[in-house]
């Protein structure tokens, strides 16, 4: 059993940035992958960042350059800095962990970007 545990984001200006983290209630080494996901009003769910159990990180072409993913493996936590974000960035987000076999989901935080 996974339960993730989802805390920041939020409402900033254009050019603002945002910061989420996730907790893992088990060892980051047992899972394959945690990062977030995003979906924004009237779009399919996309993935943001990514990072793997052995540190490679991923990362999508609409983020990239403004997005950091990292780990605190004693704390189970992970955390992503999201900088100069845009209007279009506003989604909800969502914490994945990806085990063997299934995807665990945290209940998702609403960043919205707006003048």
């Known amino acids: 059993q996974v339960q993730l545990v989802e805390s920041g984001g939020g409402l900033v200006q254009p050019g603002g940035s945002l910061r989420l983290s996730c907790a893992a209630s088990l060892s980051l080494f047992s899972i394959y992958t945690m990062g977030w996901y995003r979906q924004a009003p009237g779009k399919q769910l996309e993935l943001v960042a990514t990072i793997t159990s052995d540190g490679v990180t991923n990362y999508s072409d609409s983020m990239k350059g403004r997005v950091t993913i990292s780990r605190d493996n004693a704390k189970t936590t992970v955390s992503m800095q999201m900088n100069s974000q845009k209007p279009y960035d506003t989604a909800v987000y969502c914490c994945?962990?990806?085990?063997?076999?299934?995807?665990?989901w945290g209940e998702g935080t609403q960043n919205s970007i707006s003048s």
């Open positions: 994945n962990a990806t085990l063997v076999g299934t995807k665990y």
